[in-house]
């Protein structure tokens, strides 16, 4: 089974050497934790096997994220982005307000949901991406209400990036004070892998950790990881 490099050194080998390729995965936690520049390393790491990569946000300009990823990490991202190794693309999501039946609401989100999907197809297809990075669906499921419409919401669309010839990374918000793996609770039952980023105390002090809390075909860990955030890219920790 191929694989992709994580870009995080030291988790490949606790999950078969990688992301299985064009897997969706599904990198979650508290705001915080570490999940813009998990995504960062994860396409910085394409780029250095001449792989493209896309980072789609959809809540932040593609100002902030680069400022955030410059600041943390001695890369080169203008130079990256100069050579087509790297695209920001913003999708925030246009949304009418005046509407109140069901069935308006349902055709809403067929809407957007579809040009969601067709807009990232469009950049994935014209950069020959092979990496992607959607941060974050929690924008989704913060606008859809109604359980239902939010479950085949979020199916279609992690459906739709499974056709594509891409590894994805989407990432999700813990909310405070649950034991959700996401806003909802419900996109981490269709994606191929979950990893929970978290601050617990580790040897006295309080640490970021990793858990590989799901992968389809692996036989992954099942233990915490502490890892710290260098500016050569993310590293776990081996507790000895």
């Known amino acids: 089974m191929e694989r992709l490099n ?28 570490g999940k813009t520049a998990f995504c960062a390393s994860f396409l910085y790491a394409g780029t250095q096997k001449n792989e493209s990569g896309v980072y789609v946000t959809t809540e932040e300009p593609e100002e902030d994220i680069k400022e955030d990823i410059k600041s943390m990490f001695n890369w080169n991202i203008d ?19 005046n509407f109140n039946r069901e069935e308006e609401m349902s055709k809403i989100l067929k809407i957007y949901v579809y040009d969601l999907y067709s807009k990232i197809e469009k950049i994935v297809k014209k950069t020959n991406a092979k990496r992607l990075v959607i941060d974050s669906t929690t ?10 419409l939010r479950r085949v919401a979020l199916m279609k669309l992690i459906g739709d990036l499974k056709k594509l010839d891409i590894t994805t990374i989407v990432t999700g918000t813990v909310p405070e004070g649950t034991d959700l793996l996401s806003m909802s609770g419900i996109i981490e039952f269709f994606v191929d892998s979950v990893i929970k980023l978290e601050f617990l105390p580790v040897a006295e ?36």
């Open 139 to 148: 924008i989704i499921e913060m606008f859809i209400k109604d359980d239902y």
């Open 6 to 33: 994580s870009g995080v050194t030291g988790l490949d080998e606790k999950m078969k050497g990688g992301f299985v390729k064009n897997s969706v995965n599904l990198v979650t936690g508290r705001t915080g934790t």
């Open 205 to 240: 002090e309080f640490k970021r950790t990793l858990t590989i809390r799901k992968m389809r075909r692996t036989d992954h860990s099942i233990f915490i990881h502490p890892f710290e955030i260098t500016k050569d890219g993310l590293k776990v920790i081996e507790i000895k």
């Open 79 to 97: 130079e990256l982005k100069s050579k087509n190794l790297i695209e920001f693309v913003v999708l925030e999501p246009v949304i009418p307000i």
